[in-house]
């Protein structure tokens, strides 16, 4: 992840090759929307020249392409059963497709218990991915940053079912003390209130733990990025002035890397939001819809999608778990483009 | 040359997946520990396909075991993927036989079977699994329910452990305060099914709930798998689940003792328990399609009967388009049936089949073409 | 900022000529932060050595049984220690190449596309599309591939739907660490190209491409270590298979995720044998790939 450059690539002698000899550089301006670096009419580029250009563009839009794609074959498969269903889709808790005749599904639980945990897991994760962004720019020696760093990046090499397992068999039962102590002594909050679930191991509070520690690295990288590129003079200037180092990371580095941190933190929810196995496996089902509390349990969008999966064989029910990753995907879409406008230049994730 | 260099150690990395790719093998010597079977037909397709109910799957890894000890270079390939998407592939032909949770639906279904088969498709009960009501409660051992009591426990009406309706079926016992946790399968499953509409039909409608895939109690904790709500169980004090016996023996949990549907004596579940329920179940299927009536099993009333258990069935055309498949199928289904196969079955938490049923089965099997 | 007195307004004057130690609650909010910045760094290590701890105290055992590496599990019972999971490391190398077979090219020429060609509107939606791509969840990327192929197109599931649901996932990554690399070989080197007339495309092939290739090659591999530890495509996309099956385009094939996944629902206390052993072995294939990763780029002609 580095600056965006924006400037311009230098571009070839009127792009093509024939017209060897002319070598003087290009200055076409980046007023000529669409069609920049193209030959204007001076020549006629080779043919090697228009097959690479249409491969490399046909890859670009390829991808544009498979979005395109993803929102439309989801809607499609997604339509006749949202037609088909009997309730209201964006209002109701159960979500049921047992009988194909009689589908009842709605996505009200799934999104609460998917922002209930993702935006837990973001307020966890949050100000220690700042902490880690400011250790490894501003304090770590230079010699040691880079392995430190590395250290941190293999947090996001552990594959997300290792955390599930690991959430489920070894920090649930660490986590129950603190979880027994917020919902008896802190029960009044609706947070903390007693959830749906008779048990305190395998609530949303303790996968949104799981979570903001499978987000951590991605904050953290994005941060520590933009961190790095904190102008160098406005440093130089606070620290002429006197100012501690708390001081000049106040006065030159939060300032210029907020908007990368909010971005880091945004693609940190967006990942959250669609993390599937380990929600799968640490969060338990409940029998009633979610009051808002962390010591709730239910489905998330994807762990709902990944709990059905093998019972993928009827176009119907099927039908409603493609609408419920539809919604996912519209969800991660927003908080993705959020995280890039906010991001303005300064990042690329 | 640096770009050299690096080819070469991109052809390395490739090359060392070829040598990987040469040196793995399936030769699983002495990992069963299964002997060859007496009395089986070999012959036939190969490699014979078949998928569906996740239940009968440790049983048919066993089978499938002995088959290939059996019948040297014949194998079948079963794959777990649930009992609807079992039958759908078998009905579609892209398996040669389904494993299914329950027997094909009147109407539809048995149409489409009777279509895929040109000819009728049969219901064959093969494998029967006990389903114990565990419970981890300390200081309480050899607890009784009855199908009303359990249907209650189930559906949260009986709240605490010394509840007075527990009470009264356990006389003696020091049962604590505490609420009664419920862990529930949160997958769609056919124990959930069986169990539940044991509940309905042996609880004279204290239960209230519809029987289905999904747990309908609307009390408790879900969990995923038989696993997953054994692993809760154990780990919380004071819970109840129900759950496949193998798993609630290797965790080490409680099983309920039951007073079946014919009064009498709490009935432990044992193989030979089982067994007696099993023999004394009803068949409402035609000739050789051995379609059971459940209720007859879940109201058990005969002494010595336990009657939760979940019967898993193999879908088979009673006569294939194609001899050598049909050849195949009845080979693996008769080892299935043998001794050798039907020992194994105990340790992998079902029930050897009763003498007296298994003739039927053997009947049916030996008569498809 | 309010009470660090003489700082709170830059522009003034600096009327004391020799330096001033900071007053002590200056110093004692600097200490309070120094801590706090140092204490997120632990609190991070805490999971991360806690998690590896876990996974290799549990599964040492597995990965050190003398069939673990060479074996599948086919015919081995579920009680059984016997078999390894030979047959699912090959299907999770296997899905992951077959996936970079695919996302390599696409990704190379849509990141030189993104450098080197694209202006204007649409290549900034490109732009902005890889980074919608890079959000994309894994779950989502699976459901398309199965509405899209196995639901529209009829296709059976197998390794190679999950592969295309690893192309998705594996685009963006080989786009970006691309991209960052392409911009980093100097202008000169191109203008320099141009000036001997040799044509665009070219200059891109030959002289640009190899120079960025080891920066290429990195992308590639942290592309591959992250989609090989993923389970959600391959719990829609493919089923699990005890034996080896060599063949990606039909049939049921392991993974070590799924491997894990079905051993889920094992009792046997071999089970978790297998599920810890197969953690330990992805991690450390993952491992593998982040080394050899960095060594790569530690060769590489152009640096940051």
């Keep these: 992840m580095t600056e965006r450059t924006t400037a311009a690539r230098p571009r070839d002698p009127q792009d093509e090759g024939s017209a060897a000899g002319s070598a003087t550089l290009d200055t076409v301006t980046d007023t000529d929307p669409g069609r920049g670096g193209t030959d204007r009419g001076k020549a006629t580029p080779g043919r090697g020249e228009r097959i690479f250009r249409g491969l490399t563009s046909g890859s670009g839009l390829l991808v544009v392409a498979a979005i395109a794609a993803i929102g439309l074959f989801l809607l499609v498969q997604a339509v006749p059963s949202l037609l088909a269903d009997n309730a209201n889709f964006l209002t109701s808790p159960v979500f049921d497709t047992r009988d194909p005749a009689n589908l009842n599904f709605g996505i009200r639980d799934l999104l609460v218990v998917t922002l209930l945990s993702s935006l837990f897991a973001l307020v966890l994760a949050m100000p220690i991915a700042l902490g880690i962004a400011l250790f490894l720019t501003q304090y770590a020696p230079k010699r040691v940053a880079r392995p430190f760093a590395y250290v941190i990046d293999l947090l996001a090499a552990v594959p997300s079912i290792i955390y599930g397992l690991w959430g489920i068999a070894v920090l649930a039962p660490a986590l129950l003390p603190i979880a027994t102590f917020l919902r008896d002594d802190l029960g009044w909050f609706f947070l903390f209130a007693p959830g749906n679930l008779p048990v305190l191991t395998g609530t949303i509070f303790t996968g949104g733990v799981v979570l903001a520690v499978m987000i951590l690295p991605i904050i953290t990288a994005v941060t520590r990025e933009v961190f790095s590129q904190a102008p160098r003079f406005h440093i130089e200037a606070a620290q002429a002035l006197g100012a501690t180092r708390w001081e000049v990371i106040r006065m030159a580095v939060l300032p210029y890397g907020r908007s990368g941190y909010i971005a880091g933190s945004m693609l940190g929810l967006g990942r959250a939001l669609g993390e599937t196995i380990a929600v799968l496996i640490v969060i338990r089902a409940a029998t009633t819809p979610s009051g808002f509390s962390l010591f709730d349990g239910g489905y998330t969008f994807a762990s709902l999608i990944a709990s059905a999966a093998s019972e993928f064989s009827q176009p119907l029910p099927t039908g409603a778990y493609i609408a419920a990753g539809l919604v996912l995907f519209v969800l991660t879409f927003v908080v993705n483009a959020i995280a890039r406008v906010v991001a303005g230049g300064k990042v690329n994730g | ?369 | 900022m309010s009470t660090a007195t003489g700082l709170s307004s830059p522009e003034r004057p600096a009327t004391t000529p020799t330096f001033q130690a900071p007053s002590t609650g200056r110093k004692i909010k600097n200490n309070l932060a120094t801590f706090l910045v140092g204490l997120a760094f632990v609190i991070a290590l805490v999971p991360l050595v806690w998690v590896l701890a876990t996974v290799v105290v549990r599964g040492i055992g597995a990965i050190l049984s003398s069939d673990w590496w060479g074996r599948s599990l086919s015919g081995v019972l579920p009680e059984s220690y016997a078999g390894g999971v030979y047959h699912a490391i090959y299907g999770t190398l296997i899905q992951a190449a077959l996936a970079a077979v695919i996302a390599v090219p696409i990704g190379i020429l849509a990141a030189i596309y993104l450098v080197e060609y694209g202006r204007g509107r649409l290549a900034k939606t490109t732009s902005f599309m890889v980074d919608i791509l890079a959000g994309v969840p894994s779950i989502v990327a699976a459901l398309f591939i199965f509405a899209a192929f196995i639901s529209i197109l009829g296709a059976e599931q197998s390794a190679f739907m999950v592969s295309l649901a690893l192309v998705l996932l594996m685009l963006p990554v080989v786009i970006r660490n691309t991209e960052e690399m392409l911009r980093l070989v100097p202008d000169e080197l191109r203008e320099a190209a141009y000036a001997l007339g040799i044509p665009k495309w070219k200059t891109i092939l030959r002289i640009v491409l190899p120079t960025a290739l080891s920066g290429t090659v990195t992308g590639v591999m942290l592309a591959l270590a992250r989609v090989m530890g993923e389970t959600a495509p391959v719990l829609v996309l493919v089923g699990y298979s005890q034996s080896i099956n060599f063949d990606p385009f039909s049939g049921n094939m392991a993974s070590l995720p799924l491997l894990m996944f079905s051993e889920l629902s094992n009792p046997e206390p071999s089970g978790q044998f297998r599920i810890w052993g197969a953690a330990l072995t992805l991690i450390l294939i993952i491992m593998i790939l982040q080394l050899g990763a960095s060594v790569v780029s530690r060769f590489s002609a152009i640096s940051k």
Excluded at chain 2, 51 to 61: E, L, V, W, Y
Excluded at chain 2, 68 to 91: D, H, I, K, M
Excluded at chain 2, 307 to 317: F, G, K, N
Excluded at chain 2, 320 to 326: E, M, R
């Design chain 2, 1 to 369: 040359m640096r770009y050299q260099r690096r080819v070469a150690a991109i052809g390395l990395i490739a090359a060392s997946a070829l040598v990987l790719s040469a040196c793995g093998s399936d030769e699983n010597a002495g990992g069963g520990g299964v002997s060859a079977a007496p009395g089986v037909t070999c012959g036939g397709k190969p490699d014979l396909r078949s998928s569906g109910s996740s239940a009968q799957n440790n049983a048919m890894t066993r089978f499938v075991a002995t088959y290939q000890q059996t019948c040297q270079g014949q194998t079948l390939n079963y794959t777990p993927s649930g009992s609807g998407a079992g039958r759908n592939e078998f009905l579609g032909g892209q398996t040669d036989f389904a494993g299914s949770d329950s027997a094909l639906k009147d109407g539809d279904e048995t149409t489409r079977a009777q279509q895929r088969c040109a000819s009728p498709a049969w219901n064959l009960p093969l494998v029967f699994g006990p389903v114990a009501i565990a419970y981890n409660v300390p200081g309480v051992t050899d607890l009784v329910l009855d199908g009303p009591t359990a249907g209650r426990v189930f559906n949260g009406q009986v709240a605490t452990w010394n509840d007075p309706a527990i009470a009264a079926l356990n006389p003696g016992k020091q049962l604590p305060a505490a609420p009664i946790i419920v862990n529930f399968r949160s997958d769609e499953s056919g124990t959930t099914e069986n169990f539940q509409k044991y509940l309905v039909a042996a609880s004279n409608g204290a239960y209230g709930k519809e029987a289905a895939q999904t747990f309908n109690g609307g009390v408790g904790a879900g969990a995923r798998g038989s696993q997953g709500v054994a692993d809760a169980t154990k780990n919380t004090p004071n819970s109840v689940t129900y759950v496949e016996s193998s798993f609630a023996q290797r965790g080490g949990l409680g099983m309920a003792q039951v007073i079946n549907s014919g009064g009498g004596q709490a009935v432990p579940l044992t193989t030979e328990s089982v067994a007696t329920a099993v023999n004394n179940v009803q068949v409402t299927g035609q000739g050789n399609d051995l379609k059971l009536d459940l209720d007859s099993l879940y109201q058990a009333s005969a002494p010595g009967a336990y009657p939760i258990a979940l019967a898993t069935y193999e879908i088979v055309c009673s006569n294939y388009a194609d001899d050598q498949t049909a050849g195949a199928v009845r080979g693996f289904l008769q080892t299935a049936l043998s001794p050798n196969a039907q020992q194994a079955l105990p340790d992998a938490g079902y029930v050897p089949l009763p003498e007296q049923f298994k003739q039927r089965l053997t009947t049916a099997v030996n008569a498809i073409q």
